[in-house]
C-alpha cells in the first residue's frame, strides 16, 4: 500500500492537481487536509469518475478532511474521542476524520494553527494535540497490533532542524517546547513518526510569502505517525517536493509512505 497525506489548501481549486498525483504518483490511500468546502460542495463526481472512493468531513469553508482512496473506504468516523472544541458558542470542528482501508486505519488530521503563544487558539491547539495523545493511547491498549496511521497537517515543526532558521521563529507558535512535547507526547502512547529516517533535511510546506519556495526557506509540518504494527511495514517514504511547484500549487506538499 501506498499511503499519503497533503495539505492540498483548497480541494476545489486543486481537484486537477490531486487527481494527477494520484494517477502519477501511483498512491493508493491520500489523506487531504484544508479541503475548505462543505460536504455538499466536495468534488466527489471527478473523483468516482477516476475509480476512487472518497470519504470527507467539512463543515464550512474552513478546514476540511478527508480520505481518497482506492480500495473501499470503511468505518468512517469524524472526529476523535475528546476533541475538543471551539468558538462562540463552542462546535467541533472539521478537522479530523477517521476511514479504515484495508485494514489501516487512517486518520487525516489537520491541527489547529494556535496563531500566537498568548492567543486563546495556542491552548486550544495544546488540549486538541493531548485528547489525540489520549485517544491513541486509548486505541492501542484495546488492540496493541491495531495498524493505525496519523497523519496530516500538525501545524509543530517537531526539532529546529525542521525549519529553516530557527532564529526566525523565536517567540513564535509550530516551534515552542509545549507545542513540540504534545507532538512527542504521541510517543508515550506508542506512535512512531515514520517520514524523518527516509526523508533527511526534508521540508513540506513554504509560505508563499517572500519567495519562501525558490530560497527553500521553509518547515516541516506534514507528518505520518504509525502504530507499532504499522510502523513495522513501512519500507520507505519520500516528500514530492515537485507538487510545489508550477501555477495554482498548495502551500504544502504530500509526504507519500510505502508499506509492505
Known amino acids: 500500500m501506498r ?28 489523506a487531504l487536509q484544508e479541503t ?35 480500495l473501499p473506504v470503511e468505518d468512517v468516523e469524524p472526529g476523535f474521542p475528546g476533541m475538543p472544541t471551539w468558538g462562540e458558542p463552542a462546535a467541533a470542528e472539521a478537522r479530523a476524520l477517521g476511514a479504515t482501508v484495508d485494514g489501516v486505519r487512517v486518520w487525516s488530521l489537520y491541527v489547529p494553527n494556535g496563531r500566537t503563544l498568548d492567543d486563546p487558539h495556542y491552548q486550544y491547539k ?8 489520549d485517544a491513541a493511547h486509548g486505541w492501542l491498549t484495546a488492540d496493541p497490533a491495531a495498524q ?12 529546529d532542524e525542521d525549519v529553516w532558521d530557527p532564529a526566525a521563529f523565536v517567540g513564535a507558535t509550530h516551534v515552542s517546547p509545549a507545542e513540540r512535547a504534545s507532538l512527542a507526547a504521541l510517543g508515550e502512547a506508542g ?18 510569502q517572500r519567495l519562501r519556495f525558490p530560497r527553500n526557506e521553509g518547515m516541516r509540518i506534514d507528518l505520518v ?14 516528500v514530492d517536493r515537485n507538487e510545489r511547484k508550477g501555477k495554482g500549487a498548495s502551500d504544502h506538499v504530500p509526504v507519500v509512505v510505502d508499506l509492505d
Do not use: I
Open 148 to 159: 493505525v496511521a496519523l497523519v496530516g497537517d500538525w501545524n509543530v515543526a517537531p526539532r
Open 191 to 208: 506512535l512512531t513518526e515514520v517520514t524523518r529516517e527516509h526523508t533527511p533535511g526534508a521540508y513540506t510546506y513554504w509560505d508563499y
Open 3 to 30: 499511503l499519503a497525506t497533503w495539505n492540498v489548501n483548497s480541494v476545489r481549486t486543486r481537484v486537477d492537481r490531486v487527481l494527477a498525483f494520484l494517477e502519477r504518483s501511483g498512491t493508493d490511500v491520500l
Open 126 to 133: 495544546l488540549d486538541w494535540l493531548s485528547a489525540l495523545r
Open 225 to 238: 505517525h504509525a502504530s507499532p504494527a504499522l510502523a513495522a511495514r513501512v519500507t520507505g517514504a519520500h
Open 36 to 70: 475548505k468546502c462543505r460536504d455538499d460542495q466536495f468534488p466527489f463526481l471527478p473523483f468516482e469518475a477516476a475509480g476512487y472512493h472518497v470519504a470527507h468531513h467539512g463543515l464550512s469553508q474552513w478546514n476540511g478532511v478527508a480520505v481518497v482512496s482506492r
